[in-house]
């Protein structure tokens, strides 16, 4: 084989180094030195194990039974209710303070006091969506195989990626809304799920469960909304993030709305 074949053979390879040394290069300064953020390397580490235990759990499960992990439940939910609350509290605290615009705020890349602030909490929502994979883990243990549907995974794994990128590149800005609006629905959500894994006593009081589903979709569309604005206004953040979050949204929509309509509309026709 001739040398300009080998090259031809090789600048793939050396395309992806390339563009590798490229996503490592040109991430925020500041938040490289943090947890899981300097390589996607890590994450794409534990999405792949993810995936794993998605296809593999059910398997080991089956011939098992239900493991009781009530205690465990009450816990991290709870747990989960007092870490959204904290982001809650940091994405408004911070994003009032440093005066931050709805409808265009570019990224604080400083290290004020505020910009770091912004840009620790936004890492906190990252890790929270990595501590939120073991929400699936417990449907598994608990042989709750029908929770494990296509929208529960897309949601837990695209989430990972997309803060990261977040963090790893515009850490503040215009996607502190997105972090406030969830940190919000993810309280009452992390709510409803501690009270219900409290015991069948607490189920007459969660009436209110197919308005998350609403209130997730109502979150989905003002992110859209908010992200298109800032997509077409004259605004210095980068409008490549802007078209990410727009077309995620959007397959929010679609996936929660047809969820919404399976497990309560269709139901509702099928009893008249």
């Avoid at 816990?75 to 982001?87: P, Q, R, W």
């Avoid at 503040?172 to 009452?188: D, E, P, R, T, W």
């Amino acid at each position: 084989m001739t040398r300009t074949a080998v090259s031809k053979v090789a600048s793939p390879w050396q395309r992806l180094q390339t563009l590798y040394q490229w996503i490592l290069d040109n991430g925020d300064k500041r938040t490289d030195p943090w947890l899981l953020v300097y390589s996607p390397v890590p994450i794409t580490c534990i999405f792949l194990c993810y995936l794993i235990i998605v296809w593999l759990g059910p398997k080991l499960m089956a011939n098992k039974q239900p493991v009781n992990i009530k205690a465990i439940l009450i816990v991290y939910n709870f747990a989960m209710v007092c870490l959204s609350g904290y982001m809650f509290y940091e994405f408004t605290a911070t994003s009032w303070l440093a005066n931050y615009s709805l409808m265009c705020q570019p990224v604080d890349y400083s290290n004020s006091p505020l910009g770091i602030r912004m840009a620790k909490v936004c890492w906190w929502f990252y890790f929270s969506k990595v501590i939120e994979l073991s929400d699936t883990v417990f449907f598994i243990l608990r042989k709750k195989n029908s929770q494990l549907t296509f929208l529960h995974v897309y949601h837990h794994c695209t989430m990972i990626f997309n803060w990261w990128a977040g963090v790893k590149y515009v850490a503040g800005g215009q996607s502190f809304l997105i972090g406030l609006i969830n940190c919000l629905v993810h309280v009452v959500m992390y709510l409803y799920y501690g009270l219900a894994a409290c015991g069948p006593h607490m189920h007459p009081y969660l009436w209110w469960k197919r308005y998350l589903t609403s209130l997730q979709l109502i979150q989905f569309f003002i992110v859209t909304l908010h992200t298109t604005y800032n997509l077409f206004a004259d605004c210095n953040f980068p409008d490549y993030m802007n078209m990410v979050v727009v077309a995620y949204a959007l397959s929010l929509i679609a996936l929660f709305s047809n969820f919404y309509y399976q497990s309560y509309l269709a139901k509702k026709t099928k009893r008249a």
